[in-house]
């Protein structure tokens, strides 16, 4: 006779009967895998969406940039001495690398190491026979940057080379001094017909020598595509106006740098010191945008000491002693943060959702892995095996079937999130840097260690539990004492996270782009207290049916009932999984139908009308184009008259004044996306003066303002244009065509006419097509006609469709767009998951029951008919009580997440519930529902009566 050793039948009682085992720890893979990803994945998406925001910049505009007029500091009373000379520049670099130093980790590696140059007013050029011009520019950066083609290098001019000038008499002749060597770009030498050798002139005045400037070399940009040629403007090409006398050139002039301290006398006060600091986006990460905003922030709060101290009132120092930066990639990268804030968010609330129900799988999965080792654990208990010898049975079990899949499906989500270059530190820079994501791995970490748990505590009572479970503990009053303490716990906890989530308000500019633990608790919290309520409810209307089916001839509905009462399949935690698998569904759909609608509704307030023209200023010609081009409607022009004072209370305020003619837009703006709004008259009439010809000035004149120019008339003050009285008519607080300003007011061309000393040139153009199947022919049209003349470059055209498409295509909606959908999938196979578990958990008292049906009579369609009777009561209440609570949690997000990085707009979208989507979502879920419930009733069919009637009922 065999001996089995302990470590044998251990292994003999893992290895038997694997189904339950398997999907565990399937399940396990799958979930630790998406726990590692869908955080790696989020702060990849949000670093990508700032670099996509930032990259649109040009680099004037996102470099950190200070100009100031007057040179590097220089010693007067210092002889410039050549070993000397570069001293000005290596001081303000000096002072610039300090101040770089000073910032914190972040910004300091975002920020590039220091550039700096001087450049002077263009001045007229003589002897080059043609009306010309030309600047200086003197850099100690750019001599690495260039190769000279020709000739040298310039020299630094004699220290001696202002020696003896002396104040000049009326009359008399600037004198002339020795020739300065300059330098120019094979390009401009072209353009003015130099070459090395050549010299031209520039006419001195009564404080000035004329200058005789020798041409010492030819040169070219090593790198062309240099950021640095972005600042240092028309040096490799000369820059060419067009006017009245023809084609005007003018070219950069390149001196030594060491020339600052001699050329001094002329440099005084025609030049400006430029200094800047590239900005490195690919080093700007989710993880420290905060504080690199917060930084930049404050550098360009103040003026930075670049002098050491030294003023210019100090005697015998002259040039710029402060410096105030500045850069336009503050207020994008703080638009950037709430998109990635606004991101983090809706993700986070909604994948609340299938983790929760993730969660209820697995530890249904736990208990059927139970239920399959009911017998055997039985067996053991009866042979005398320990309470202790039990559970380290259990938590063995459960540890090989959750933390050795746990590290599998990490170790693969990593390799994963590795090639795709979502770990830090890789595809970019990491200024703060880069670290492992350790934080990723504390949710896999509490799955791997769930079924152990699970097992370990409950597995002894679920082992010892009777079949029956409506008379057994749940029938006790302590019991259903215990259940309702719990469920009020449950509904005071949602209902304290609610209030607080929608009383917080936004999250604070400075605070961290993190996983918002409320904002995922609330919904669970709810969809918690959802399930609690349909748990309560759905026995009402089968009490009922009970008892309308014992007054019928079958037996079918009464017994199922009576089943579905007395030990129902669906206890808490499939009917939670159901509940809140279609309220994700339903919820993920509103949302995305609510963000794409916002878009929508932004494009259109933005745009204005069908098509909207932007330029500097159009001409009258030009306006004469656009309204003869064929399939043109309508056309209103904008103005905006920029820096109008207003009289408030004898205190000086300043606005934009935007010009409109309303009749001309209230006939090119769509319906329901108007500027001005219904019932508001802005038009003067005759009895106001501002009729016809020699008419008054008005007394009161109603306008539009913005919620910040509402604050002018804060307190009852009386705000005056002119003569006139302004009186707000409406307050516009939405996206308009006016532009991205914030502080205006809008006037009709009726009362402008009188109030503004000079009416302010058009500078958008709103457009209505005939058709809106027009729309794209008649922009592509416009684009062509104003194409052509003298003064039509740098036109824009935008309509409502492109505006959608431009907001629809960043990297942050795109992800929002997936994210809704696999949060939609993932719900719906969890859902099926937790369906198909639940029907094998039933699965014993189903083949008893089915397997005497046909001994007493009854057909095969009996038992169809009994098996689907677990599961719709608990579906047709996850339907109604799912959709319902689904459909209102979009309100919570509204209330709480800022979508208007998302949309473009001003204004929070408005809730929109797509009934196609909302149809589609729960015409899905019951479909499977159907589908699986016909599944598990072919699986329960092929149960033989009579080896389940010569089962022996289990104690």
């Not at 270059?421 to 970490?445: H, N, R, S, V």
Request: aromatic share 4%; charged share 15%.
């Amino acid at each position: 006779m065999r001996r089995w050793s302990a470590r044998a039948l251990v292994a003999t009682h893992l290895r038997d009967r694997p189904g339950a085992s398997l999907t565990v720890a399937v399940l396990m893979v799958l979930l630790s895998a998406v726990a590692v990803l869908a955080p790696l994945a989020l702060t990849a998406v949000g670093d990508a969406a700032m670099r996509e925001r930032l990259t649109v910049l040009s680099t004037l505009t996102r470099d950190v940039i200070a100009s100031e007029r007057g040179t590097p500091q220089i010693e007067l009373d210092a002889a410039p001495e050549p070993e000397a000379r570069m001293r000005p520049w290596e001081q303000l670099l000096e002072r610039l690398q300090a101040l770089r130093e000073e910032q914190p980790a972040p910004l300091r590696a975002v920020l590039g190491e220091p550039r700096v140059m001087t450049v002077t007013a263009g001045t007229k050029l003589d002897g080059v026979g043609r009306e010309a011009g030309m600047r200086l520019l003197m850099s100690p950066q750019l001599g690495e940057r260039v190769t000279v083609v020709a000739g040298s290098a310039p020299a630094a001019p004699p220290a001696e080379l202002f020696a003896g000038l002396s104040m000049q008499e009326e009359g008399d002749a600037p004198p002339e001094i020795a020739p300065v060597d300059i330098m120019l770009s094979v390009g401009s030498a072209a353009e003015l017909d130099l070459a090395v050798g050549d010299r031209v002139f520039v006419a001195g005045g009564m404080f000035l020598p004329a200058i005789v400037y020798r041409v010492s070399g030819l040169f070219e940009g090593t790198d062309p595509t240099d950021p640095f040629w972005d600042h240092a403007q028309f040096v490799l090409e000369p820059s060419i106006t067009v006017g009245e006398r023809g084609p005007t050139p003018s070219v950069v002039g390149v001196l030594d740098p060491g020339a600052v301290g001699v050329l001094l006398p002329i440099l005084f006060n025609e030049a400006r010191t430029e200094a800047w600091f590239p900005l490195d986006v690919d080093a700007i990460t989710s993880a420290n945008a905060v504080t690199v905003l917060g930084g930049l922030r404050e550098l360009s709060a103040t003026p930075h000491d670049v002098g050491g101290g030294q003023g210019a009132a100090l005697t015998g120092v002259v040039g710029v002693g402060t410096m105030h930066f500045a850069s336009e990639a503050i207020p994008v990268l703080s638009a950037a943060i709430g998109e990635a804030r606004a991101l983090a968010a809706v993700v986070g609330f909604i994948a609340a959702g299938p983790f929760g129900v993730a969660a209820v799988v697995l530890l249904l999965g736990c208990r059927m892995l139970i239920e399959q080792r009911r017998g055997a654990l039985r067996l053991l208990t009866a042979r005398g095996a320990s309470p202790a010898q039990l559970r380290g049975l259990l938590g063995l079990q459960g540890l090989l079937v959750g933390a050795v899949p746990a590290v599998l499906g990490t170790a693969i989500a990593l390799a994963l999130a590795s090639a795709l270059a979502w770990l830090p530190g890789q595809g970019a820079p990491d200024p703060g840097g880069a670290t492992f994501p350790w934080a990723a791995l504390i949710l896999p970490a509490i799955l791997a260690l769930t079924p152990a748990a699970f097992l370990v505590i409950a597995g002894p009572r679920l082992i010892v539990a009777g079949e029956r479970g409506d008379l057994d503990a749940a029938a006790r009053p302590a019991a259903r004492r215990l259940r309702l303490l719990v469920e009020t716990a449950v509904v005071v906890l949602a209902a304290v996270a609610t209030v607080l989530l929608r009383s917080r308000g936004a999250a604070a500019e400075d605070a961290a782009i993190l996983f918002d633990p409320l904002l995922a608790a609330a919904p669970l919290l709810l969809a918690l207290v959802a399930g609690i309520v349909a748990l309560r409810l759905y026995p009402l209307p089968l009490r009922a049916m009970l008892r309308g089916f014992r007054r019928s001839p079958g037996f079918i509905g009464f017994v199922g009932a009576a089943r579905a009462l007395r030990e129902p399949a669906a206890g808490l935690a499939p009917a939670l999984a159901l509940i809140v698998g279609l309220s994700v569904a339903v919820a993920s759909g509103v949302l995305l139908s609510t963000v794409q609608q916002g878009m929508v509704d932004s494009a259109r307030l933005q745009v204005g009308a069908d098509i909207k023209l932007e330029a500097m200023r159009f001409s009258d010609e030009q306006l004469a184009r656009i309204a003869e081009t064929e399939g043109v409607r309508a056309i209103a022009t904008i103005a905006d008259a920029r820096a109008t004072e207003l009289d408030v209370d004898g205190k000086r305020r300043v606005v934009s004044a935007i010009v409109v003619d309303q009749q001309a837009l209230e006939a090119v703006q769509p319906s329901g996306h108007a500027l001005i709004p219904n019932g508001v008259r802005l038009q003067l009439g005759a009895a106001t003066g501002a009729g016809g010809a020699g008419a008054t000035s008005p007394e009161r004149v109603p306008v539009l303002v913005s919620p910040l120019a509402e604050r002018i008339w804060e307190a009852g003050a009386q705000v005056r244009l002119g003569e006139a009285v302004l009186d707000p008519a409406a307050v516009i607080d939405t996206a308009t065509p006016l532009g991205p300003r914030s502080n205006w007011l809008v006037l009709d061309v009726s009362a402008a006419q009188h109030l503004l000393e000079r009416m302010p040139a058009p500078g958008t153009v709103l457009v209505a097509a005939e058709s809106n199947a027009a729309i794209p022919a008649l922009a592509a049209a416009l684009s062509e006609r104003l194409a052509r003349g003298d003064s039509t470059a740098h036109v824009r055209i935008t309509t409502a469709d492109s505006m959608i498409e431009e907001l629809g295509g960043s990297a942050s909606i795109a992800a929002v767009r997936i994210a809704l959908l696999l949060c939609i999938a993932l719900v719906a196979l969890l859902g099926a998951a937790a369906v198909v578990i639940t029907l094998v958990l039933g699965t014993r008292a189903r083949e008893r029951l089915l397997a005497l049906l046909p001994s007493l009579g009854a057909t095969r369609r009996s038992g169809a008919a009994l098996a689907a009777w677990e599961l719709w009561p608990a579906v047709a209440s996850a339907v109604v009580v799912g959709s319902i609570f689904g459909a209102a949690l979009p309100m919570l997000v509204l209330a709480a997440v800022d979508l208007r990085p998302f949309t473009g707009s001003p204004v929070q979208p408005a809730y929109v519930a797509d009934p196609l989507l909302l149809g589609l979502a729960v015409g899905g879920f019951l479909l499977l529902a159907t589908l699986l419930t016909a599944a598990a009733l072919g699986i329960s069919r092929r149960a033989r009566a009579a080896a389940i009637l010569r089962t022996m009922e289990e104690a």
